[in-house]
């Protein structure tokens, strides 16, 4: 008999949906498979570990949701897992956990044939296989990277990290005439200029947050009303946006805000990588590693 049967993997990542659909922006993936494991039994094969030390139930648990990636319905984004609009929508439709299962093994056998018109070979078992495997090592290692950033970042001291913010905003041409010292703020902690005078609009005022969960929608506009007429807002978190925020900063009429999270800082740190100087370099050390990509 096998050790994983399709009805304990379907009942595994049908569990799994109910989690993640409880929390719309998402989970980690390190908790998002913690808190799967707290709400079931695993059995004795996956208690098992590694020689790696990995625990067998978290790379089943993986295994299993490549098919769901495939089909739409899950998100794998900068270490963070998510169920789309259409996986609620079949998690809804599909009625059994082996319904649900046997529905996104169909997309994916049909995405995997979809690559014959694209004239790349449809791979056996084996090569199907080893192509997930592949797929969740590169998976791991994102969300490792990840993490590390989240550590380093959350470990950062609060006014280092408006500094960090500040020197990206120099890199990308702003003018910086005002970083918030340590203490009360009045909730700006960065003024910055299209140029050094301050003759041209709009003015950038800024806010930072290095926070756990995503910033409500009430914080949000408390910022808002801080924006006068000729300013612009840019709000910075490192966990994010609830998405009433993020639906309320994409309507705005009469204020002008950009919301950054971690990983569009992330980006943008890279992106100009080359104009920041050697002290924000050394506030935030990040070195590319490259790695050839799993078949999308």
């Not at 399709?6 to 929390?23: C, G, M, N, S, Y």
């Not at 929608?217 to 924006?227: I, T, W």
């Not at 609830?242 to 009429?253: C, G, K, M, S, V």
Request: charged share 30%; glycine share 6%.
């Amino acid at each position: 008999m096998p050790e994983v049967t399709v009805q304990r993997t379907a009942d595994l990542v049908h569990k799994l949906f109910e989690i993640l659909i409880q929390h719309p922006e998402g989970l980690r993936a390190r908790d998002a498979l913690a808190a799967l494991q707290a709400q079931v039994s695993l059995t004795e094969h996956e208690k098992g570990r590694y020689p790696s030390g990995a625990l067998r139930f978290d790379k089943i648990v993986r295994f299993a949701t490549i098919d769901y990636v495939k089909a739409g319905w899950l998100m794998k984004e900068s270490g963070r897992w998510s169920v789309t609009d259409a996986g609620k929508e079949a998690f809804a439709r599909h009625r059994t956990p082996e319904a649900f299962y046997r529905a996104a093994a169909k997309l994916y056998r049909e995405w995997k044939a979809s690559r014959i018109e694209e004239e790349t070979p449809v791979p056996g078992e084996a090569e199907e296989a080893t192509e997930k495997v592949a797929a969740i090592t590169f998976e791991e290692a994102q969300e490792q990277a990840w993490d590390d950033i989240d550590r380093y970042l959350s470990a950062m001291p609060p006014y280092e990290f408006q500094k960090l913010v500040a020197s990206l905003l120099r890199a990308m041409g702003y003018h910086v005439s005002w970083v918030a010292p340590p203490g009360k703020d009045g909730g700006i902690d960065i003024l910055a200029l299209p140029d050094p005078l301050g003759t041209r609009s709009p003015r950038v005022k800024v806010q930072v947050r290095r926070v756990q969960h995503p910033v409500p929608v009430s914080d949000l506009r408390s910022f808002l009303a801080l924006l006068g007429d000729g300013d612009v807002g840019l709000f910075v978190s490192t966990s994010g946006f609830t998405r009433d925020a993020e639906e309320e900063a994409r309507t705005q009429e009469k204020r002008k805000v950009t919301l950054l999270d971690l990983r569009a800082l992330l980006d943008l740190w890279i992106t100009h990588l080359d104009k920041l100087d050697e002290e924000a370099r050394a506030r935030f050390p990040l070195r590319p590693i490259y790695f050839l990509l799993p078949e999308d």
